[in-house]
């Protein structure tokens, strides 16, 4: 049984969904947090109807009219929970997650113990101290687990300030033991993450202009940048689906690569050299974007299918990138359809210091 954590609001982003992934989520949800709130892009279906109906008035819908992208539909979902007086954290959740049963006050428990200011140790990293200061916590999230290959998620740290992959081994999961020590990483997917309000009011939202992709990477890089810091919790699980097939192989070590339709490749470009202008990065991290998308770029177009098309959107995307041109593509006719700001869109980049700077 999941223990309820009545002051989570959860907000789901819906676009065309399957009925059974989402009633799904939306039952597992519902034992766990308090309230729902699904922000539906303008799908074909009625969305409503895949609602269980057990679910009662916990989860109410917001339909917008046309298809604004995740980080707007994630900024209007936030901005309806923080004005509920009830809500204290807001879990960010994909329509093809699925969270264990005790992934919500996993996550929970961590943020209740910084905000209490109790000092936690956390895991050690190489060339990284143990511990950290409470109140410093921008959000912490599960461990991902793909729900087609079983694969859990690579996490990505920087201990000498060069971001690298690291896998540590999992941990026996036991439901009635104290929260498991978390890892600290560089950065969170927003699905299952967990955010205090509090946060969420300083620091703001997510960029509407991005659309989709290094939505969650850009807030979580802005957040470290104004000293914040970011863990995953390794007992508290999520069961996701990261593009739209996956693939094991070989390139540069083995690892499971997700598959995404070549639009995305566009987003992956522009909003990599968007970012790099929104946020204060250290010099590593830039030159650890740009060789991303370089082997991005040379996976997919060796690798991939429908080449000729992915190139020309990367083309384009790093062009519209370069321009500071943002909003959602039109594929057909290349125009962009702009993204109005939201609530809790940052209206600019502010003055912060280098990501990092406020590691300990």
Not at 17 to 26: D, G, I, K, V
Not at 167 to 194: D, K, N, T
Not at 322 to 339: F, K, M, V, Y
């Amino acid at each position: 049984m999941a223990e309820r954590c009545a002051d989570v609001c959860a907000v789901v982003v819906t676009f065309n969904p399957e009925a059974e992934p989402l009633r799904a989520l939306l039952l597992a949800l519902h034992e766990q947090v308090g309230h729902i709130i699904v922000v539906d892009n303008d799908s074909r279906a009625d969305v409503a109807g895949h609602f269980p109906p057990t679910a009662g008035d916990g989860i109410e819908l917001i339909r917008n009219p046309q298809n604004l992208g995740i980080a707007a539909a994630q900024n209007l979902g936030a901005s309806r929970a923080l004005a509920r007086s009830d809500c204290r954290y807001v879990l960010l959740s994909d329509q093809d997650s699925l969270p264990s049963v005790h992934m919500v006050y996993r996550l929970r428990q961590i943020l209740e113990a910084d905000a209490e200011g109790a000092a936690r140790p956390a895991a050690g990293l190489p060339g990284r101290p143990f511990g950290y200061q409470s109140g410093s916590i921008a959000a912490v999230g599960p461990w991902s687990i793909d729900i087609r290959s079983g694969a859990r998620a690579v996490l990505v740290v920087d201990p000498k300030g060069w971001p690298v992959r690291w896998l540590p081994e999992p941990r026996p999961v036991r439901p009635r033991a104290p929260p498991q020590v978390p890892y600290e990483v560089s950065f969170l997917i927003a699905s299952g993450c967990l955010i205090p309000t509090a946060v969420l009011m300083k620091l703001g939202g997510m960029r509407g202009n991005y659309f989709i992709d290094h939505v969650d990477t850009e807030w979580c890089l802005r957040a470290r940048a104004a000293g914040y810091r970011l863990f995953i919790v390794p007992d508290a699980v999520l069961n996701h689906r990261l593009g739209d097939s996956t693939r094991r192989v070989w390139f540069f070590g083995y690892r499971h690569v997700a598959h995404h339709s070549p639009l995305r490749d566009y987003y992956m470009f522009r909003n990599t050299f968007l970012m790099l202008g929104d946020v204060h990065l250290t010099s590593p991290w830039r030159l650890h974007l740009l060789l991303r998308l370089l082997l991005f770029a040379a996976y997919f177009l060796s690798l991939g299918n429908r080449r000729l098309q992915r190139l020309r959107f990367m083309l384009l995307g790093s062009v519209h990138g370069l321009q500071r041109r943002s909003g959602r593509l039109q594929p057909e006719t290349r125009l962009l359809a702009d993204i109005g700001p939201t609530a809790l869109d940052p209206a600019c980049a502010a003055a912060l210091p280098a990501a990092g700077a406020g590691d300990a």
